[in-house]
């Protein structure tokens, strides 16, 4: 199996055990949420939603939820040493524990899933206050993360019960980000099809396309992976594992610094990716770099585009093309001090792949990359 393997899955919606909207928010369990939350206003544009801490009640933790069109980001930290919120960032760094997944009903969701062999998180429970309820229900995933079932469609209010409207003074512009457009799993060392088949048999999802490490690897380096999407296609998640190459694998170093199976990076979509990646790049965000050369031939792969290559070239922007249209990504190097969590910025002009194309030059210089932190 060397070619990219690409399943058109029929429509099965009459079927659909577990419809999902969307992605409802992702929360990130952080050692300093209140700078957490600065730093992704003044990087990447986020617009301050909603806070919950001391001020509010609670005693273990406190919460700032931030918000960019329909992406919402929760960023968590521990107030003291005995939250568990505490625990999981002293294993893991910053990382993401949360991905929440928006339903209509939260209850029936988690019976179905739990039906078909989830490992229950949280029993279905309703929130109230004045403005309505929501139900969460969660179960957990790879490692310690954590699908959260969502229903809030008897809810009126910014968040969630138990949050009140944050509104600081500091407002930095957004940058044009628009929705989850994927969130990439990575798993150990023989555990790919374990997840796969989780996704596919707990919940119902179905497997749109699979690289193994013929497709992903470089003269060092090697990874496999299996994009899985649940039935209208707007949950994709693609799960990685390590691969034998003669160095170490980037998942590899990922779960050595993580501790474990974890969220590795989350793609965000934009309408312009070239105002974008300006203004994340000007605000301080870093990108991954292929060599320049890169530029020379691209247009000889992907045949011709709406964009001039000038500024491509410039910020390092990527080009990949698949059977319906093409797509430009490019991607941050990690966000915290650890090597594990970083973004991928992507505009997709038709096609539906993740940029197969580019993964050679890319994995080349995420090598650099593990060569100067002395992990390759
Ligand atoms: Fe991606």
Request: aromatic residues 12%; proline residues 5%.
């Amino acid at each position: 199996m060397n070619a990219e393997q690409t399943r058109n899955p029929k429509p099965e919606t009459q079927n659909d055990f577990l419809p999902i909207n969307g992605t409802d928010y992702v929360e990130f369990y952080v050692g300093n949420a209140k700078q957490a939350a600065h730093y992704y206003q003044t990087a990447f544009g986020f617009q301050p939603l909603a806070y919950a801490g001391l001020e509010t009640g609670l005693k273990d933790r406190a919460s700032y939820v931030i918000r960019q069109d329909k992406i919402t980001f929760v960023l968590t930290t521990a107030l003291t040493p005995e939250s568990p919120v505490a625990d999981h960032c002293k294993l893991h760094g910053d990382g993401v524990k949360v991905v929440a997944l928006w339903v209509d009903d939260a209850r029936k969701s988690y019976e179905e899933t739990v039906k078909r062999g989830a490992r229950s998180y949280s029993e279905p429970r309703a929130e109230k206050d004045e403005l309505g309820e929501v139900v969460t229900a969660g179960i957990h995933t790879y490692g310690e993360t954590v699908h959260l079932f969502v229903e809030r469609r008897n809810y009126n209010g910014i968040f969630m019960p138990g949050y009140i409207a944050w509104e600081p003074l500091y407002q930095p512009e957004d940058v044009g980000l628009l929705y989850v457009d994927h969130m990439v799993g990575n798993v150990g060392w023989n555990e790919m099809d374990v997840w796969a088949k989780f996704y596919a048999d707990v919940m119902g999802f179905r497997q749109l396309i699979s690289f193994d490490d013929k497709d992903i690897s470089t003269e060092y380096t090697a990874l496999m992976s299996k994009v899985m999407a649940n039935d209208n296609f707007r949950i994709k998640f693609p799960i990685n594992e390590p691969a034998h190459g003669k160095k170490k694998s980037q998942i590899e170093e990922y779960i050595d610094f993580y501790h474990g199976p974890g969220v590795q990076h989350v793609a965000m979509a934009t309408k312009n990716i070239i105002e974008t990646v300006t203004m994340l790049r000007d605000r301080g965000v870093e990108f991954l770099r292929v060599p320049d050369t890169y530029y020379n031939t691209v247009l000889d792969r992907v045949g011709e585009i709406d964009e001039s290559l000038t500024p491509l070239r410039e910020l390092g922007i990527l080009v990949d093309r698949d059977d319906e249209g093409y797509l430009l990504q490019i991607f941050t190097k990690p966000v915290e001090d650890r090597p594990t969590l970083f973004y991928e910025i992507i505009q997709r002009k038709g096609a539906k792949s993740f940029g197969k194309g580019n993964f050679k030059a890319l994995f080349e210089s995420i090598e650099l990359e593990q060569e100067s932190r002395g992990t390759l």
